[in-house]
């Protein structure tokens, strides 16, 4: 493999790799470490701890970014209801998903020890 090729690849793959610690930050270190705690993690959290960019999946930011010294400001992207209803009608609900009920009540939206419902 010619230096051409490999350069351009290194400098990608080094890029994605620190993209991935960035944003597994906010998860591992202080800020909100309990959400990756759980022993069944929802799915836009795990995305998040991968690299992606799972918590813009439901959240939005409402004013100053993240830093390491600083929290930003997130709020919910729609309803809880209707923000569940985006995946979860999309076959991975249950029976009750397409209901017009409040899911918080009973589901926890990062993660849950109770089971891969997310029961609270």
Known sequence: ?????IVPVF???S???SSQ???AECLTDQCHQNLAATKYIHGPVA???????GCVACHVPAGEKCSASKGG???PMISALQMCQLCHLRGTGSQHTSEKIECLKCHDPHGSDSGHELKR
């Open 73 to 75: 400001s997130f709020k």
């Open 1 to 5: 493999m010619s230096s051409k090729v």
């Open 11 to 13: 400098c990608l793959l």
């Open 21 to 23: 610690i960035v944003a």
């Open 15 to 17: 890029l994605f790799l």
């Open 47 to 53: 995305a998040e701890l991968a690299g992606g960019m």
